[in-house]
């Protein structure tokens, strides 16, 4: 399973961005997908996930509200729509799929859960 991140980018406190992940090999429409951010200086932290329908989606306390994921499986991509973006927000925003395929929202938030990783899009949002 091969896993490209894009739509990373510099905006300013308020705007939008929207980054997506797509999947090569395996079975995408199996998978729990999830997006995990690491700041510079910081540890790699989760930032939401969702299951293999979209039926379940989990969040991190802080962007709940202003961020969305969502997938589409017959394009093997799934999304990160970011909203009221703040400065605190800028990171490598990583995309990461768990083929095991069942979660749970403490599940869903550990990096360990996940077996295959996509490269980091840098998302900077000044002030």
């Known amino acids: 399973v091969q896993l490209q991140a894009s739509g990373g980018g510099l905006v300013q406190a308020g705007g939008s961005l929207r980054l997506s992940c797509a999947a090569s090999g395996g079975t995408f429409s199996s998978y729990v997908m999830g997006w995990f951010r690491q700041a510079p200086g910081k540890e790699r932290e989760f930032v939401a996930a969702?299951?293999?329908?979209?039926?379940?989606?989990y969040y991190r306390n802080s962007v709940k509200g202003r961020f969305t994921i969502s997938r589409d499986n017959a394009k093997k991509t799934v999304y990160l729509q970011m909203n009221s973006l703040k400065p605190e927000d800028t990171a490598d925003y990583y995309c990461?799929?768990?083929?095991?395929?069942?979660?749970?929202?403490?599940?869903?938030?550990?990096?360990?859960?996940?077996?295959?990783w996509g490269q980091g899009t840098l998302v900077t949002v000044s002030s």
């Open positions: 969702i299951n293999w329908n979209g039926g379940s989606t």
């Open positions: 990461a799929a768990d083929t095991y395929g069942v979660t749970d929202a403490k599940a869903a938030s550990r990096e360990d859960e996940y077996d295959y």
